[in-house]
């Protein structure tokens, strides 16, 4: 599952994913992707430590660091036949039902669409287009 959207920082539930965070600056916007991760291996997997978007312009975003109880957990390990979130937790009991991976996009990247996402593994990156 990959959802993503502009986070409001006015908008109750978005001001639980930007726990933490300092006002985005002028011209740029918080952005978040939503995530479910399934180990359906039997074997402990690590989750990826960095995940990045590219815009049309091949400018790149590094996800950011975040406080919030809804964040992925980068380069946390995800025990066989399990899922992040974990069941139960905020972040698989809140509205989205996934683990929040932020970004600090400049305005401009909504107009240099498609922006893709990029998730690091050991069998080269996985990529997904994402929905604005």
Not at 14 to 29: F, M, N, T, V, W
Not at 63 to 81: D, H, K, M, T
Not at 88 to 100: C, F, K, N, R, V
Not at 103 to 119: C, D, H, K, Q, T
């Amino acid at each position: 599952m990959i959802f993503s959207r502009y986070l409001n920082p006015n908008d109750n539930e978005d001001s639980a994913y930007l726990l933490g965070q300092d006002e985005a600056p002028p011209g740029s916007a918080y952005f978040g992707v939503f995530v479910e991760v399934q180990n359906e291996s039997e074997e402990q997997q690590q989750l990826a430590s960095s995940f990045t978007i590219t815009d049309a312009d091949r400018e790149t975003f590094q996800a950011i660091a975040s406080e919030s109880p809804y964040a992925l957990p980068f380069g946390g390990a995800v025990e066989s036949q399990e899922q992040i979130p974990i069941l139960d937790s905020t972040a698989q009991q809140g509205p989205i039902e996934g683990s929040l991976v932020l970004f600090e996009l400049p305005a401009s990247a909504s107009e240099n669409r498609p922006l893709v996402l990029s998730i690091p593994g050991p069998e080269g990156p996985a990529t997904v287009t994402l929905d604005l």
